[in-house]
């Protein structure tokens, strides 16, 4: 297709914007419709991928019996001899006559025909050397199975894999899992009025967007190498169809900055066209931010990759990001979109009418409670900076004063946990 062809294409109307709940769930779908492919990895490489099989068991744990003090291991009533030592990493001889025991550590194997483990402080010697004290009534040891049984199911497939999973996985025995691939992704700057370094002036701004979105990329689970972060990418339809198809050639997702919408010089939309990409999605219905889009293209090795379209303003980019570009992770990484956590608004938040508001506000944990920010114009980023998440304000409704609101929360690194 011509860039002439394509760009007459682009000019035929829009459908009506997508209502927002509906958007995610579409481009999830999508997203597990085109799943990264599964990889074995060894377990230390695994943080930041997601399991694409269960992780079960290969032993019972803990797989022996375990003594959880140190102590004695003793056999029938005492005083009792000392026979040996029992150490963690050690196979200990049996226990096979009574008013016997050995001295044992913690996490040591505890030996057969042990009837009780004797805590050190509650234990003293004879004169003869022999050990005497009264063992208390509940078995000072983990019984195998305590905490699973070999085979048993743990976590199911899906489950992002982070530092304590990495461990639980370690402790089960297992030395590599069975992870999707992490997604790649390029962002693509669009504008020749950004300037890169800086203050702005003279009716030129700063890229905000170029140095924050791979990193909002990052904590989501991409890799995002630096050499596929490019621009400001020349405001002509050419520059723009060959950005866009020297990043999809490598990546899994590109996302793109500005030219969502069908200015002079916004030509996302026709080079779009000329690349032969199917929407998912098209305008949302959501405030800021309702230009976002999410397109699908096939490439020749009839693999999919996807763009995902921010807007220019940086507020609205980032809405975008949390609006299509999240679901779309989830579902390409065969993740569950994440059920969104509740809070009650602190604070009336208008609505917008037929459209979604995503509110910027800071959450109190311990409360429960959301408290809009101020400086949140789309072009504002200092209302963003201090936020946790966005209140979600329903088409046709207003936040009120108490009202309990979805929050859909800001991106943490792998590993992280909300406080």
Known sequence: MSTETAATAAQVAAPPPADWEQARARVYAAGRAAALPVVTRPLADTDGHTLAEPLT???????????????????????????????????????????????????????????????????????????????????????????????????????????????????????????????????????????????????????????????????????????????????????????????????????????????????????????????????????PGFPMLLARVTGADGRVRFVAGLPGNPQSAIVALVSLVAPLLAGLTGRPVPALPYAALAEPVPGRGAYTHLALVRLDRAAGTAHPVRHVGSAMLRGLAGADGFAVIRPGTSGEVGARVPVVPLPLLPGERAG
């Open 57 to 287: 068991t290969r032993t019972d744990l803990p797989a022996f019996p375990t003594s959880s003090v140190d102590g004695w291991a003793v056999r029938g009533a005492g005083p009792w001899d000392v026979v040996g030592r029992a150490l963690a990493g050690n196979s200990p001889p049996p226990l096979t006559a009574d008013g016997t025991t050995v001295e044992i550590a913690t996490g040591a194997m505890v030996p057969t025909g042990t009837t009780a483990v004797l805590r050190i402080e509650e234990s003293s010697r004879t004169p003869d050397g022999r050990v005497t004290g009264t063992p208390r009534p509940k078995p000072e040891w983990r019984e195998p199975g305590e905490e699973a049984y070999a085979g048993e199911e743990l976590l199911p497939a899906g489950t992002p894999v982070d530092p304590a999973l990495v461990g639980l996985a370690a402790s089960c025995g297992h030395d590599q899992l069975r992870v999707r691939r992490r997604p790649r992704a390029a962002l693509l700057v669009f504008g020749d009025e950004l300037l890169t370094a800086g203050p702005p002036g003279a009716g030129r701004v700063r890229d905000a967007l170029g140095p924050a979105v791979p990193a909002w990329l990052r904590r989501y689970g991409c890799e995002v190498p630096p050499a596929d972060v490019v621009g400001p990418v020349a405001d002509t339809l050419p520059a723009h169809v060959a950005a866009l198809r020297g990043a999809l050639d490598a990546a899994d997702l590109v996302c793109t900055t500005g030219g969502t919408m069908h200015g002079p010089v916004d030509h996302l939309h026709p080079a779009l066209a000329a690349l032969g990409a199917e929407y998912v999605v098209n305008t949302v219905a959501v405030r």
